[in-house]
Every structure is written in C-alpha cells, then in structure tokens.
C-alpha cells in the first residue's frame, strides 16, 4: 500500500479522525494513481474499488476533505462510531468488501482477548498491578504486531486505551 494513502488511513483512525471515512477505505480495495495536479481526488472504480489520484506531497488536510465528499455521496456510504467498530456483532455483519476490512476484524478478536489478560493485570486503581505475560499474552502481542500499521493502531486504541499502552508498555512490545 501507498505510503501516503496507509499514513491518511492512521491519521482518520487514530488522530482527529472519522471512523466512518476510516471504515470505508478499510473496507474498500484502493488503487493509488499519480496526480499531475497538487490535490488528492477520489473517484469509484470496478466494484468495491476506490481510484485515488495522490499527488507525490499529500496535503492530509485537503485529502481527508476531498474525501469526505466523496464518500457522503456514495452508495456504500455507512455512518459508524468508534463503539461500532469494536463491537465484533457488528463488524461481522457488515458487507465486507476488502480483506482489509477482514484483518481488522481479526484484529478486533484478538486485541479484545488480550485485553481482557490485561485487565486481570490492574490494580483495583487501575496502576499496573503485575507485569508478567502468558504464552497468550505473547502469541496475541505477535499477532497484533504483525498487523498493518493503521490497523494495529486503530485497534489498540480503540480497545485497549493510550492509558493502557503506556502503562504496558505496549508502542515499544507490539
């Protein structure tokens, strides 16, 4: 994937961003074309396909705002929060068009279990009681940090919690 267009989906997923423009790259096969002008423009493709035209300097600004606009007249326009996309019910009955969309559900699943070992970790103050992994904790830790970048984000955060990251260390582990 593009690093211009993977470094925009981390920035609607985890920073100032919308989950339902995140949701719909996720869950789109994006072809990235060169742009001759300095604008990004979006346009539909094949069948669950999504032609961005990306000049070589992304404004991520003007980018997310081209995009915006073409996703609120799409058909496969779908408005979700944040709470949508860790709720595992939900995801799975979605129409998934992307395997994109198919590893980030993964990763929901997996990051949930783990983060279910991680509060059995807490003190009742909710400090980092005990500092010591399972073979789970690893295999998941492995899982996760083979994930694409904006979904391994996206998924921790949304799940686990920047308290949780750090008091685990979990940028420096995963």
């Known amino acids: 994937m593009d690093n211009n267009l993977s470094n925009l989906i981390v920035n609607l997923g985890t920073r100032s961003g919308d989950p339902s423009l995140w949701w719909f790259l996720v869950n789109h096969y994006v072809e990235i074309k060169e742009s001759s002008t300095k604008e990004c423009t979006w346009n539909s493709g094949e069948l669950n396909q999504i032609i961005c035209n990306m000049p070589d300097e992304l404004d991520v600004s003007q980018a997310k705002h081209s995009l915006k606009e ?36 993964s990763a929901v699943e997996v990051v949930s279990e783990f983060n279910k070992s991680l509060n059995s970790k807490l003190s009742p103050s909710g400090l980092v009681d005990k500092y010591e992994f399972t073979a789970d904790d690893i295999n998941h830790m492995d899982f996760i940090s083979k994930l694409p970048l904006y979904i391994k984000l996206a998924a921790m955060r949304r799940i686990i919690g920047i308290d949780k990251i750090i008091g685990f260390d979990l940028d420096n582990i995963c």
């Open 70 to 105: 073409f996703y609120l007249n799409h058909s496969d326009k779908l408005l979700v929060t944040d709470a949508e996309l860790i709720d595992l019910n939900f995801l799975k009955n979605q129409k998934i068009n992307d395997s994109k969309a198919e590893t980030y559900i």
